[in-house]
């Protein structure tokens, strides 16, 4: 059995004592692949990802600018995103969207950051991988505006919604992903999401360090408990831990390595 943590933030602070340890325990856990978030601090450092991708060949990158960051944005952050698109490594644009929560970033800077990288990822080719918090009706406005159906694809990552808006995101092509919320006491409406997610539209992640799935709730997470949500998210679907992880690892790379089930 082998796994991929489609999403954790490798780069963080929270890592700095014990990345190459944490790395390797993921390793050791079954974890066959990770997908390193680019978006670090925000600009105009992009390449927070790529430097860990080019440190580890089990690593991929992902590079985009969070909506926390969108402030940050300036003419002079599209021309090397553009370029860090066709880095070997780089799988994806994201995380990218729109957080309403925290409202780091204006949320017009947020709207318009966001529909410049969904343009910057169709014209790369590149799947998209989405952030959103307490702004559904926006995001699906801005991807129904600026994202076909028939485009490259992608992910919501740490799905957080229902199933209503799970089937929404499914009707328009996303693969969606969850996390240690699948675990949480709390976690029903997500659960009932992961119900209604078709096998071959799954996949799991960390989001490492944050959310940490039960037993480590309240801890930092690390790519190796991809484990634990890998399981209850088996348990869910009713069908083994063995069956679960080779169906999320195949929709990864098939839709961010572009591998046919053929190859693998």
Known sequence: MSLIDTHCHLDAAAFDDDREAAIQRARDAGVELMVAIGSGDGPPDLEAGIRLAEKYDFIYATIGVHPHDAAKATEETWLPLTAFAKHPKVVAIGEIGLDYHYDFSPREAQRAVFARQLELAREAGLPIVIHTREAWDDTMLLLRKHWPVSGPGGIFHCFSEGPEQARQ????????????????????????????????????????????????????????????????????????????????????????????????
């Open 169 to 264: 995101v499914l009707g328009l092509g996303f693969h969606l992903s969850y996390s240690g919320i699948i675990t949480f006491p709390k976690g029903d409406n997500v659960r009932a999401a992961l119900v209604e997610t078709p096998l071959d539209r799954l996949l799991v992640e960390t989001d490492a360090p944050y959310l940490a799935p039960v037993p480590w709730r309240g801890k930092r997470n690390e790519p190796a408990y991809v484990v634990e949500t890998a399981k209850k998210a088996a348990e869910i679907k009713g069908v083994s831990l063995e069956q679960l992880a080779a169906a999320a690892s195949a929709n990864w790379k098939r839709l961010c390595l572009q591998e046919t089930a053929k190859d693998g």
